[in-house]
């Protein structure tokens, strides 16, 4: 059993009434409900984190290196497009991750399609909706399995 930590940026909180012909009718509670259930199912725990600040997702990353968190799935909203710092704290601690988006980031505006993580993601998830989410607690068990051969 390993531990997956799911991290969503800023704005997720509004999900299932934030517009929702781009990101769908999900709540976040329901999102992270289902990945918990895939994770269980999978044979793995699954925590969920999601803040408007920086700075708690930066402190929560520092945290995971120290709780035994095995892999990340970062959701980093709007944050995808300006943190350096969350950045380095993700290459600072040397946790694998996976970064994910629900709607198709260059299918949007131009200023989208540029990310600070996904040269550094393990893999990437974009436009699936809330199933990307479930497809990335899959890929989370997949890396972790390969690392364990």
């Known amino acids: 059993m390993a531990n997956i930590l799911l991290l969503n940026g800023p704005n997720l909180n509004l999900l299932g009434s934030r517009e929702p012909e781009v990101y769908g009718s999900s709540r976040l509670e329901d999102i992270e409900a289902r990945s918990q259930q895939v994770a269980t199912e999978l044979g793995h725990s699954l925590s969920a984190f999601q803040s408007n600040a920086e700075h708690e997702l930066i402190d929560r990353v520092h945290a995971a290196a120290g709780d035994g968190t095995a892999h990340i799935i970062l959701n980093p909203g709007a944050f995808t497009h300006t943190s350096i710092a969350l ?63």
């Open 87 to 149: 950045r380095d704290a993700l290459l600072g601690v040397g946790i694998p991750f996976i970064e994910l988006h629900l709607s198709n980031v260059f299918s949007r505006e131009a200023f989208r399609h540029t990310s600070y993580f996904s040269d550094i993601a393990l893999g990437c998830v974009f436009g699936c909706g809330a199933f990307g989410y479930e497809l990335a607690v899959r890929a989370a068990s997949n890396f972790i399995a390969e690392r364990k051969t």
